[in-house]
């Protein structure tokens, strides 16, 4: 079957067994929320929604990670209660079941944001909080299930819907939107150790005008 949804999360499994599958959940299909999970086998290049146990709150634009072989899904908007999320679900392909950890500490309530995992730690980056646009961080340090503050060196431009990538222990943050009318294509690297700090590549911005629209 096809795959409609926007907005979703997704990991790509690769322990013994199961490799290569994509499992894909949240998101959003024509302003609806999603709570099932998809799994795409590249093997058979066949997909199908996964039959889950456990609970999982539909919501689109939230971020991911792979970690022991599951899935983290982590914050997200659900616009059905128009409710922030700042919750943690991990998804076990061995057994397609959803739990909730236990944390000492919590992240943002937020959405659009993005993440990236170094050495077992979750670092939650930028986003739309119920305050607008943040800059602010948090790590999940998932062996020891604790939530704590980073605190940086350095600029990072606030920011919703980029991208991330984790290259050699640093987590590079492209692209993203200030809400309005700015789309960046700004690059920039964040450091988780030995200290934090978060440097600069590109600091252009492109201006975009919402209404009229631009004719190049």
């Not at 290569?20 to 086998?41: A, I, N, P, Q, T």
């Not at 908007?77 to 057994?95: E, G, T």
């Not at 919590?106 to 646009?133: A, C, F, M, Q, R």
Request: hydrophobic share 35%.
């Amino acid at each position: 079957p096809e795959l409609t949804r926007d907005t979703h999360a997704m990991f790509v499994q690769h322990t013994v067994g199961n490799d290569g599958k994509s499992y894909v959940f949240g998101g959003g299909d024509d302003f609806v929320d999603l709570s099932e999970v998809y799994m795409f086998d590249p093997a058979t290049k066949a997909g199908l929604t996964l039959s889950v146990s456990g609970e999982f709150m539909g919501r689109h634009a939230g971020t991911s990670c792979t970690f022991g072989g599951k899935g983290y899904f982590m914050c997200g908007y659900a616009s059905s209660i128009r409710h922030f999320f700042n919750s943690i679900d991990i998804f076990d392909p061995a057994d397609n079941s959803w739990s909730s950890p236990i944390t000492i500490g919590d992240l943002i309530p937020n959405t659009y944001l993005t993440s990236g995992l170094v050495d077992g730690k979750v670092y939650e980056i930028g986003g739309t909080t119920t305050i607008g646009l943040t800059n602010k961080m948090k790590a999940y340090d998932i062996p020891k299930g604790k939530i704590s503050d980073v605190i940086t060196t350095g600029h990072y431009t606030h920011r919703n819907s980029m991208a991330s990538v984790v290259l050699d222990g640093k987590i590079y943050t492209l692209g993203g939107f200030d809400g309005a009318s700015i789309m960046y294509n700004t690059n920039e690297i964040f450091t988780p150790t030995p200290v934090n700090a978060v440097k600069s590549r590109i600091q252009n911005v492109l201006d975009v005008s919402i209404s009229p629209n631009p004719t190049s």
